[in-house]
């Protein structure tokens, strides 16, 4: 598993994020505070606070290619 937090500042970098996930077959979980919800799940991201960085849990151990693609995003 691997993990590093995120900022999704606009609706455009939501759907970005969520496109770039869904092209992957493993399992990436989004954390924001006592909330978790599923990367893949536009609605599941938009009901966290998006004002604050947001930890990304990627559950597979070849993610490098997943990585570079969200290089964008981390903070």
């Not at 604050?52 to 969200?70: A, G, L, Q």
């Amino acid at each position: 598993m691997k993990s590093f937090n995120i900022s999704l500042k606009s609706i455009n970098d939501v759907k970005d994020f969520v496109n770039t996930v869904n092209k992957y077959d493993f399992d990436v979980d989004l954390t924001s505070g006592r909330y978790v919800v599923d990367a893949k799940s536009i609605m599941g991201i938009f009901s966290l606070d998006l004002s604050k960085p947001i930890k990304v849990d990627v559950y597979s151990e070849d993610c490098e290619k997943f990585y570079e693609e969200v290089k964008k995003f981390i903070v």
